[in-house]
């Protein structure tokens, strides 16, 4: 089976800078935006261009990944011909079975998979980012440029750039230069871990990285670089609109609002949907004291109480009396007749009792931050929760 | 070989419905924000491990067909058995008019009905709204002996109309047609278990005879000889939706929380065909109370004891009170609508008002522009 592009997401990492929300499940595999995990984003716009082959690499805490993707059915990755495959890292004859190493190692131990489907590209995305891609489009840019490696950039502020692998462009328009990190940036074109390879290029590269003791065996820090080193074309695909890393619990409590803004990514829109694997409840109830204000809220939901500014996951529970402001609730969380959550993120099936009081308001001060509960958590009645707490599962509050 | 087989009447559209059913048979109702009504009895047999489930169908099944597809929804997309439609085939004289009652229905399908692999067969309605737990009365039957076991209900269940009134040993002994009562016995669900045995021989009489109803034909001649009806009585709510007021007041029943969580209990689903949507936003402005709503909707206007379908577009200024809105409508700005049944892809510009009372819900017949 020949194919002209296949995926390969990376979704393998611990995410250790979500603490309590990747205590048990891998980063991927955390609820957003109201009906959505991350990984829906990169699969769906995997469907929407029309990719019907991906090979989703696991490592860590697989267990809900695995039976979220299931057979691929909501992102209509259910294909003869292909399909969504987990990649889990085996064991192989004769040698102790190892962990994927770096990004790059991930893709080297799945080389036979790549190789059932003879693709001329892969393409190679990472599970924790949030965005609306047309990858084909890329694909046509990196054809046409006939690069070895194209990587999608983004615009961002010089000051930003310090944060991000940092692109330098030559005359010709390809990349000539690539910084990691870089003190004195010399471009703003931030790499946004995209990459479409020439899978015959690139399965040269991996395996020289592979054999190279001293690599750290990473897409950007090995592969990226010796490919540059040895001259070959590297093409820039400039994205341009909404994308966001939600790597840490600012950042993802941050895209999370970023959803009550239509303006800064359409989720409404019928020719590019994201699609989820929905649990199957009644539509949302909205009591008769209820006040729900730029508030999105979804199927299973009942709401009594107070919601404004705020992201509301499947089967969520508001009483009458409680307040809800600028929080996201993740499906099953439970907030109690006169219990209050203001910027904060509920983990899944947390209940706060009544009374009790997560997160405040940002004062100024600078050790504020969002609140944060772990998934299954009871917060006992009058408890209090400061701003920028990090509550674990198991924890007693 | 399994021992239960299902098959659901979809066939009858009450004309009471008006202008609901002039796009769709009965059993393709939208109701309560996601659902289609057959989603009831479907899901019942699902939940209760029935997974060969045939569809008794006559005309206008569009939308139904639409709605079941391979049967993804309820798990009866089976490589064996599975969910099967069943249009009139066979005798050309199916395919004019209207059945004359069940019994002429199950024998338009007659073959598929022999070929059934299963020693019980459960009979449903199509056009009901309950949360049955068959699996109850299914080992209930196993047991019994009974050669049909009957599911009731112990209240005056909405648009039911058959009453059956039990001997000592729990076995019914009459049935009061057209009659409910449910001091002096339990009232029909129209839903049976029955050996399969039986029912072709029912099938078999009332094609020799012509006499074509269920109930007053079939049931009655079988018990008049001596047939053994069990009885199951299921405590829940239970609606037949035959009316635009039964389908009204069956909706409304839906935001009673007491209702809604029986009607919708975790443990036994209710599930209906996924559509991929996004969840629905309140904008600044926006008002909402006592109402249900579903996906994908845009609400900056004021909704109050209302059900909304997914893709509603309410406006700012715009107020809802009573209403029904199903799939894909837009209400303009200040536009106002009381007691009003809005079926699909319908648009009300800026400013409409339309007021109805609750005695006499109006319909917006589907794809109304005003």
């Not at chain 2, 319908?346 to 007021?355: A, D």
């Amino acid at each position: 089976m020949k194919k002209n592009c296949i995926a390969m997401l990376l979704a393998g990492g611990q995410g250790s800078r979500l603490y309590a929300l990747t205590q048990n499940v891998a980063k991927p595999s955390v609820p957003f935006g109201g009906k959505y995990r991350i990984i829906d984003f990169p699969l769906s716009n995997c469907a929407n261009s029309g990719i019907d082959t991906v090979g989703v690499l696991t490592q860590y805490r697989p267990l809900q990944l695995n039976s979220y993707i299931g057979s691929g059915q909501p992102w209509d990755l259910d294909v003869n011909d292909g399909g969504v495959y987990i990649l889990p890292p085996y064991q192989t004859s004769g040698e102790k079975g190892s962990w994927f190493s770096g990004t790059a190692n991930a893709i080297y131990q799945n080389i036979g998979f790549i190789e059932n489907y003879d693709p001329e590209n892969v393409l190679i995305l990472s599970g924790d980012h949030i965005y609306k891609m047309d990858y084909a489009d890329m694909l046509r840019e990196h054809m046409e440029h006939d690069a070895a490696a194209t990587i999608s950039v983004l615009q961002v502020s010089m000051e930003e750039a310090t944060r991000f692998g940092i692109m330098n462009v030559g005359e010709d328009g390809y990349i000539n230069e690539f910084e990691e990190k870089p003190k004195q940036p010399k471009s703003d074109l931030a790499s946004m871990g995209i990459y479409i390879f020439n899978w015959k290029k690139l399965r040269e590269y991996l395996i020289a990285d592979e054999n190279d003791p001293n690599s750290s065996k990473d897409f950007g820090k090995n592969i990226i670089p010796s490919m540059l080193a040895n001259g070959e074309k590297l093409w820039p695909y400039h994205f341009q609109g909404y994308w966001r890393d939600v790597g840490t619990i600012t950042s993802l409590w941050d895209a999370n609002m970023d959803m009550l803004s239509p303006t800064l990514i359409n989720l409404y829109d019928p020719d590019w949907p994201i699609s989820a694997r929905s649990p199957i409840c009644p539509p949302h109830q909205v009591g008769t004291h209820a006040e729900v204000i730029h508030s999105i809220v979804t199927e299973g939901c009942e709401i009594d109480g107070h919601v404004e500014n705020s992201v509301l996951s499947p089967s969520v529970r508001i009483d009458v009396g409680a307040k809800v402001l600028y929080s996201v609730l993740m499906p099953g969380a439970v907030v109690e007749p006169g219990a209050v959550v203001e910027y904060a993120i509920i983990g899944e099936n947390t209940v706060v009792h009544a009374g009790a009081h997560i997160g405040a308001a940002p004062d100024g001060s600078e050790d504020w931050g969002v609140a944060t509960c772990g998934p299954d958590i009871e917060i006992r009645a009058g408890a209090k929760v400061a701003a920028g707490a990090m509550i674990f599962t198991g924890e007693e509050v | 070989m399994k021992d239960f087989h299902g098959l659901i009447f979809a066939y009858y559209t009450d004309p009471n419905l008006r202008e609901l059913v002039s796009v769709r048979t009965a059993a393709s109702l939208p109701f309560c924000g996601r659902y289609r009504l057959i989603d009831f009895s479907l899901s019942a047999m699902r939940n209760a491990g029935i997974v060969d489930v045939g569809v008794i169908m006559q005309r206008d099944y569009q939308s139904l067909l639409d709605h079941l597809g391979g049967g993804k929804a309820w798990d009866m997309n089976r490589r064996v058995g599975g969910l099967r439609m069943l249009p009139p085939f066979g005798l050309p004289e199916y395919h004019r008019g209207n059945y004359a009652g069940t019994m002429e229905a199950l024998n338009a399908v007659s073959s598929y009905v022999k070929d059934i692999n299963a020693k019980y067969i459960v009979l449903m309605l199509g056009d009901m709204c309950a949360n049955i737990d068959l699996s109850v009365p299914m080992e209930q039957h196993r047991r019994s002996g009974a050669e049909i076991t009957a599911i009731c209900t112990d209240h005056n269940a909405d648009g039911f109309r058959m009453t059956y009134l039990r001997g000592e040993d729990g076995f019914v002994e009459n049935m009061l047609i057209d009659t409910v009562n449910d001091k002096a016995g339990v009232v029909s669900l129209e839903a049976y278990i029955i050996n399969k045995d039986v029912l072709l021989a029912m099938m078999e009489e009332s094609r020799e005879q012509g006499l074509y109803r269920f109930h007053k034909d079939a049931i009655a001649q079988w018990l008049k000889e001596g047939g053994r009806m069990d009885v199951y009585v299921h405590h829940g709510y239970a609606a037949l939706i035959r009316t635009v007021d039964s389908y009204y007041k069956a909706n409304m029943d839906m935001l009673d929380p007491a209702i809604r969580h029986e009607v919708f209990p975790a443990a036994r689903p209710v599930f209906t065909k996924v559509r991929e949507e996004v969840s629905t936003y309140y904008g600044v402005g926006a008002f909402s109370r006592n109402s249900l709503v579903a996906d994908n909707c845009i609400i900056e206007g004021s909704i109050e004891n209302c059900i909304i379908f997914s893709g509603a577009r309410i406006a700012p200024g715009a107020q809802l009170k009573n209403c029904i809105v199903m799939r894909g409508c837009t209400v303009g700005e200040h536009s106002s609508l009381e007691h009003v049944i809005v079926d699909k892809d319908c648009t009300f510009s800026p400013g409409t008002v339309l007021t109805a009372s609750e005695k006499l819900p109006m319909v917006v017949p589907k794809g109304t522009n005003i």
